[in-house]
């Protein structure tokens, strides 16, 4: 009862030193060491600004869990990534929240398109625990109820080793939203899918934390403004199709010490055989030799375009039991 009592006093102090904070302060940039949900979520409450806020959609996706847990607003479900990242370039979302990277897929291509096409900066990147649940309807309290099991062919795949202990029949959906919609109304069916989604349409987790390997997906918070202040910095660029360049344009950061933690290259319009690049980088626009590693990046590249500095958020999944 003590440790219940303490942790309430400590819960109340947060909510008595957030509301005191000055206005307009960027909460985002407090909280890149917080993992506790229940601290995101008080924290979330005091983050300045509303607004609309896209995600990827429909509602329950893990774009979506993302949205809810970090920031406030309208949230609006989007059906494709090129429409997120354009809407918030045009000024008509506030903020975006899109999938980048998943430790095991790999990066997420059209959304390196998307940011490649719009200029849009990026306010905060998020790596995300993912967890699979097996879903069912409220009335069911066994496994051994279910006949078939619905789900997207990734989320089967990533849940492979849980799914064949079974011995259930299991059939794809093109989304774990479809698979959601096949199990409402019928007993004997579930579905591979989030927590949050489960909820939101009335049904329940079973069970989670059901794959085979653990999950993490790197999803971006999309602004307009380009940030110059955080852990990590975002940037594309081209460089010349001839020997070296790639080099050249890289060995700056190399030589100031600065830990590249992502490049991947996709094809451009400008030619055949034709690179853009896109690069996140330990370092923030606010530091003198990150600005002098891109002048010198510049001097090696046909274009180069920053999407910011911003901060690298790592929490846990959704949950709300």
Not at 63 to 85: F, R
Not at 134 to 157: R, T
Not at 172 to 198: D, F, K, P, Y
Not at 246 to 269: H, V
Request: proline share 4%; glycine share 8%.
């Amino acid at each position: 009862m003590n440790l219940i009592k303490q942790s309430e006093e400590s819960i109340s102090r947060l909510r008595s030193i957030l509301s005191n904070l000055p206005p307009g302060i960027n909460l985002l940039d407090a909280i890149s060491s917080i993992k506790e949900p229940v601290v995101l979520s008080i924290i979330k409450e005091y983050i300045s600004g509303s607004g609309k806020v896209a995600y990827l959609g429909p509602e329950g996706t893990f774009s979506h869990e993302v949205a809810l847990m970090l920031l406030n607003g309208t949230m609006i479900p989007v059906k494709g990534i090129d429409d997120i990242v354009k809407g918030v370039y045009s000024g008509q979302f506030n903020y975006g929240v899109v999938p980048f990277e998943n430790n095991l897929a790999g990066i997420v291509g059209d959304t390196i398109d998307a940011l490649i096409k719009w200029n849009v900066g990026v306010k905060a990147s998020v790596e995300y625990r993912v967890s699979l649940c097996l879903v069912v309807n409220n009335e069911v309290n066994s496994i051994s109820e279910i006949k078939e099991i619905y789900s997207h062919p990734h989320a089967i795949e990533e849940s492979k080793e849980f799914l064949s202990r079974l011995s259930i029949t299991i059939r794809q959906t093109s989304s774990t939203a479809e698979a959601l919609n096949m199990v409402i109304g019928h007993r004997e069916r579930a579905a591979v899918a989030s927590r949050l989604g489960a909820r939101l349409r009335g049904l329940k987790a079973i069970t989670c934390g059901i794959e085979d390997k653990p999950s993490f997906t790197k999803f971006l918070i999309l602004q307009r403004d380009v940030g110059n202040i955080g852990d990590r910095s975002l940037i594309i660029f081209s460089v010349p199709n001839r020997p070296g360049s790639l080099y050249s344009a890289l060995k700056p950061f190399a030589e100031a010490e600065l830990n590249l933690t992502m490049i991947y290259s996709r094809p451009n319009k400008m030619g055949p055989w034709e690179y853009d690049f896109i690069l996140e980088v330990e370092c923030s626009l606010s530091e003198a030799k990150c600005l002098n590693a891109i002048n010198e990046l510049r001097e090696h590249s046909a274009y180069v375009r920053i999407l910011g500095s911003y901060r690298y958020l790592t929490i846990q999944g959704y949950d709300d039991s």
